[in-house]
């Protein structure tokens, strides 16, 4: 079955860098445009970062853009997102989720479990 698997979360200082991973399996991941979301509490899920199957163009929503880099490496099944310049707004769960190359902007059909980022003042 489909598993994605995110991981590289954690606790980060302000103005700080992280990166997540998320590693997929059970599809053909060079079919699915990838994406990065969060989730912080209190607050609905917002859209962080996408990335084309082939990774020729990407998406990065304006809390982020500068910020965030999003890649993928589909030889080995993984896509990440670079974090750089942590801001105290950034604490969320980050998921990563799948979505078929035919499908429409939006409808995704894999998700991962999510990964927890804590940003310290």
């Known amino acids: 079955q489909v598993q994605l698997v995110e991981s590289g979360g954690g606790l980060v200082q302000a103005g700080g860098s992280l990166r997540l991973s998320c590693a997929a399996s059970?599809?053909?991941?060079?079919?699915?445009?990838m994406g990065w979301f969060r989730q912080a509490p209190g607050k609905e899920r917002e859209l962080v970062a996408t990335?084309?199957?082939?990774?020729?163009?990407?998406y990065y929503a304006d809390s982020v853009k500068g910020r965030f880099t999003i890649t993928r490496d589909n030889a080995k099944n993984k896509v990440y997102v670079q974090m750089n310049s942590l801001k105290p707004q950034d604490p969320a769960v980050y998921y990563c989720?799948?979505?078929?190359?035919?499908?429409?902007?939006?409808?995704?059909?894999?998700w991962g479990q999510g990964t927890q980022l804590t940003v310290s003042s």
């Open positions: 990335i084309r199957w082939s990774g020729g163009s990407t």
């Open positions: 059970g599809l053909i991941f060079s079919r699915y445009a």
């Open positions: 989720a799948a979505r078929y190359v035919t499908r429409s902007p939006g409808e995704y059909d894999y």
